[in-house]
């Protein structure tokens, strides 16, 4: 049974929320990514979801995976990797 996360929103100045994004398609580069408003990197077991929001600012976060531990494991690896990238541009 797919399990998912409701939006996680981080806040993010506007003037870098769209540069984050940008820099996190580089990084998970590696992985199969749909980059129509942000990005979408798919795992064999599941996707995360990283935007910028449009009306707020904020980066908005999504996850969902075949089961909870599935996507545990996939939030706290693009987690990880965004806050690398969000610490470049502190």
Known sequence: MLTSTPEIRFECPDD?????VERAKEVFRDYPLYD???????FDKGWGLIR????QPALVLRFE???EASLQEIKEFVEGKLNTVIREFD
């Open 52 to 55: 910028a929001s449009n009306t």
């Open 36 to 42: 129509i408003d942000g990005i979408r990197i798919t």
């Open 16 to 20: 870098k929320k769209f540069k984050i």
């Open 65 to 67: 995976a075949n089961d």
